[in-house]
């Protein structure tokens, strides 16, 4: 069981545990797009071929567009998971700080690094500093403003922007000058709803990059990976119709909640985070009916859910909290 709680995404191990619970699972442990991006839309994806120098470029020129910064500043990774964890090949500043409660992976991305409070990052001011905005689980967001400040107070500032598509404004990378030190994780999969693509980005000063992107070697992303992110990142119609249709479901979501007693929080839509003292027994009820939701060891109060994405989704989550 405690597996379920390092991670979202697990119904294969959720089934093991509940091997009476009803097929299909609706999986809400996660905070990914459950409406993503139609991959009909690259009708072939050349298997036959490495992907080319070129190809990715292109599709780092693409990212770029969207994220708000050049090319030259972006390196295509195998998921944003992986480059967290090549953070200790880049001679980063000590003392190295991380931000809990945050996403796992952070307290082990940077060797020595320590846990420092969300509230306490104000007073950073040498060494690096890994945090998530928005933060995942609790959708905390600072202003990318205030994440500048820091930035250019004496800190290396890494920033984990996995959810901050939905939100554009959010998003340091837009306001990073040349000189300014800071690194950027971004995901693909969480926003187009692509998780298994496995394609993430960094951003960060060119020397950071190349030292990236030479420890990833000629070939770090799939074919699969480069023709998909290319064609979903100059895709701006679909961009902009996702940025509204999570919002909406999220405020859905919220309604909902409200009405079975529950209070949501968390400023990213695309999951919302309860705190209450029957989160343990309202994870367990919901199990039990085929839905899977996420609780955390280090704060039993909370039960973070994923936006269902379906009139048939949210029935049955509707249907389940009312029978809990």
Partial sequence: MNALRIHGGRIDLAAVHYPDAPRPWLDLSTGINPCAWPTDRVPTVD????????????????????????ADRVVALPGSELGLRMLAVLDL????????????????????????????????????????????PDGHRDTPQRLLTIARSGTFLIVDE???????????????????????????????????????????????????RQRLGSWPISAHAVAYGSAAYRDTEWIAAARVSIVERAERLDAMLARHGLQAGGECALFRLIETDAAPALFERLAQVGILTRTFDHSPRWLRMGVPGSDEACARLDEALGGA
């Fill in 47 to 70: 298997l036959l071929s490495l992907p080319s120098p070129a190809a990715i470029a292109d599709l780092e020129a693409a990212a770029a567009a969207v994220l708000g910064t050049t």
């Fill in 93 to 136: 500043p000590s003392p190295a700080r991380f931000v809990v409660p945050s996403y796992a992976t952070h307290a082990e991305a940077i060797y020595g690094a320590v846990p420092i409070a969300r509230d306490a990052i104000g007073t950073v001011a040498d060494g690096t500093l890994l945090l998530a905005n928005p933060n995942n």
């Fill in 162 to 212: 996995a959810f901050a598509d939905v939100a554009p404004g959010s998003s340091l990378i837009p306001l990073l000058g040349p000189d300014d030190r800071a690194i950027v994780f971004r995901s693909f999969g969480k926003f187009f709803g692509l998780p298994g693509v496995r394609l993430g980005f960094m951003i960060g000063p060119p020397e950071h990059v190349a030292e990236i």
